[in-house]
Nanobody, 117 residues
Framework: QVQFVESGGGLVQPGGSLRLSCAQL????????MAWFRQPSGKEHELVAN????????YYPDSVKGRFTISRDNAKKVVYLQMTNLTPEDTAVYYCYTFPLPSRPSWGQGTQVIVSS
């Protein structure tokens, strides 16, 4: 079963930046498409970015486009999410996973991001 460990979250003021990291614990081959998701309190998971193996294909929804950047280090099996110009609407628990999601994803603990003054 695929396992990921997310880190790098925290409390940041509006307009601030954070860099999230996602480490893959599984020993098997890197997954071709990886993604970051977030889950605001009381809401469903939503996609915020994905990236292919070569990092030459990325996708961002309009809500984060121009502010978030996804990247990956295949040798280290780590996926990053650089977030800038954060707003309170970005407050959520952030998770990484393969993309597209399996029918029953086994979510990790995620990393909490709180944007507040």
């Amino acid at each position: 079963q695929v396992q990921f460990v997310e880190s790098g979250g925290g409390l940041v003021q509006p307009g601030g930046s954070l860099r999230l990291s996602c480490a893959q614990l599984e020993r098997s081959t890197n997954h071709y498409f990886m993604a970051w998701f977030r889950q605001p309190s009381g809401k469903e998971h939503e996609l915020v970015a994905n990236i292919n193996w070569n990092a030459d294909v990325t996708y961002y929804p309009d809500s984060v486009k121009g502010r978030f950047t996804i990247s990956r280090d295949n040798a280290k099996k780590v996926v990053y999410l650089q977030m800038t110009n954060l707003t309170p609407e970005d407050t959520a628990v952030y998770y990484c996973y393969t993309f597209p999601l399996p029918s029953r994803p086994s979510w990790g603990q995620g990393t909490q991001v709180i944007v507040s003054s």
